[in-house]
């Protein structure tokens, strides 16, 4: 079964599949109640509710016994004009990765039922999940062997890097799994010194202060002190990626025509981002991951970086 799953996954358009046994993710589960006590979610109070299914999938799902882990790499070259608002690499492509990815998924829990019969999966729960649910998908991908999470809190694929979605698939069944890798960040501290806004620390990470929590997950305006910090992102941040040695190293160009980067982008100056009108943005981003942040939040996202440059310019 365990071969069986990975080749079918690779056959599919996985770059990578591996699987972990599924059980209590004590050390998480104590350090996240830690963390969330301390206020470090900000506004994110999703990650306050379903506590014990998000440490432990046998009650996410009841009978799992194996966690399927599967990547997909999303890395591409494309640059934004000089100074003008730019996305993170993640909502560049045309349709959104959450589709992308449980189509896929769908595809593999279809080949391993046909396989293995209807009892291999729990018909009364979801089990498949790629980042909308209470599952710790970059742990479970460590636990797997597929890579270990870094000082910026990213999983570091082998052989990939850290531009990679995650998806999983939670089986009732058992079979062999894969043994973890080591973490070889050693002494690195890239992405902390990179960090604009110091949401990185030796002590952890404080989602306040990331620019992707705020131009996206925080539902009002970006804190003040962090508007002149965005480095022009408008969604989401790469640049604790960026400085990443394995990423220099290991990120290269997806081949997957269904992550194919949104044909409008790469032309887009400050003037085309300032003059988006809502019925562009919905013509352009409907089925993009940009279509979750909303008009209103993104429209003041890009004025905020907008104004920020200006202001520069004049200094």
């Not at 990679?164 to 043994?179: K, M, P, Q, S």
């Not at 806004?197 to 305006?221: H, L, V």
């Not at 941040?237 to 997957?256: F, L, R």
Request: hydrophobic share 35%; aromatic share 10%.
């Amino acid at each position: 079964m365990h071969r069986y799953i990975k080749q079918a996954a690779k056959n599919i358009g996985f770059d990578a599949c591996k699987i972990a046994q599924a059980d209590y993710l004590s050390e998480d589960a104590a350090f996240f109640q830690r963390w969330l006590a301390e206020g470090k979610q900000g506004e994110m109070h999703y990650l306050e509710r379903n506590a014990e299914k998000r440490y432990n999938p046998q009650v996410l799902v009841p009978g799992c016994k194996s966690v399927v882990v599967v990547l997909m790499n999303y890395f591409t070259q494309i640059e934004f004009p000089t100074n003008s608002p730019k996305l993170a690499l993640y909502a560049c492509p045309a349709v959104d990765y959450h589709t992308v990815i449980k189509q896929k998924l769908s595809e593999l829990e279809t080949a391993v039922i046909e396989k293995y019969g209807k009892q291999i999966v729990n018909p009364d729960c979801q089990h498949i999940f790629v980042d909308s649910a209470p599952v710790l998908e970059r742990r479970w991908a460590e636990r797997a062997g597929l890579g270990w999470i870094g000082r910026n809190k990213q999983l570091i694929a082998s052989e990939l890097g850290s531009y990679c979605f995650v998806g999983i698939l939670l089986l009732n069944a058992e079979t062999t799994y894969d043994t973890p890798v080591r973490n070889a960040c050693g002494r690195c501290r890239k992405c902390i010194d990179a960090c604009p806004t110091k949401a990185f620390s030796d002590s952890g990470f404080d989602a306040r202060r990331c620019i992707s929590y705020q131009n996206i997950e925080k539902k009002g305006t970006i804190d003040s002190d962090m508007q002149t910090l965005l480095n022009s992102y408008i969604a989401g941040c790469d640049i604790c990626a960026k400085v990443c040695p394995w990423n220099k190293k290991w990120a290269k160009t997806h081949n997957h025509p269904e992550l194919a980067a949104n044909s409008e982008l790469a032309d887009w100056n400050v003037k085309s981002w300032e003059n988006l009108t809502e019925k562009q943005y919905n013509n352009i981003f409907a089925k993009s991951a940009l279509s979750r942040l909303g008009f209103s939040k993104l429209k003041e996202n890009i004025q905020l970086v907008v104004d920020s440059k200006l202001k520069q310019i004049k200094t």
